[in-house]
C-alpha cells in the first residue's frame, strides 16, 4: 500500500518516503545543474546533514515531486 491514499492526507508532518516515489518536478524552472556543485552539496550534506527536510507535494500520478 502506497504512503498516500484518497482517504489520508498527511500535511504539515515530517515522514520518510522512498526515494523512488519522488519524481522530478516538471514546473522547476532551473533546467541546468552544474554536476560540480551538486556533488560539493552531496558531500555537504553527508558531513552535516540537512538543515531542513525537503518539502515534496503529492503529484497527479500519486507518487510525489520535490
Known amino acids: 500500500m502506497g504512503l498516500f491514499t484518497k482517504d ?3 500535511t504539515g508532518q515530517v515522514i520518510t518516503v522512498n526515494i523512488g516515489e519522488i ?8 533546467k ?6 551538486l556533488e ?5 550534506i ?7 527536510p525537503l518539502t515534496v507535494r503529492k ?8
Do not use: C, H, W
Open 8 to 10: 489520508k492526507k498527511i
Open 32 to 37: 541546468y545543474f552544474d554536476k560540480a556543485e
Open 23 to 30: 519524481d522530478v518536478n516538471p514546473n522547476q524552472p532551473r
Open 46 to 52: 553527508k558531513e552535516n546533514g540537512l538543515l531542513q
Open 59 to 66: 503529484n497527479l500520478t500519486a507518487d510525489m515531486s520535490l
Open 40 to 44: 560539493s552539496l552531496a558531500i555537504s
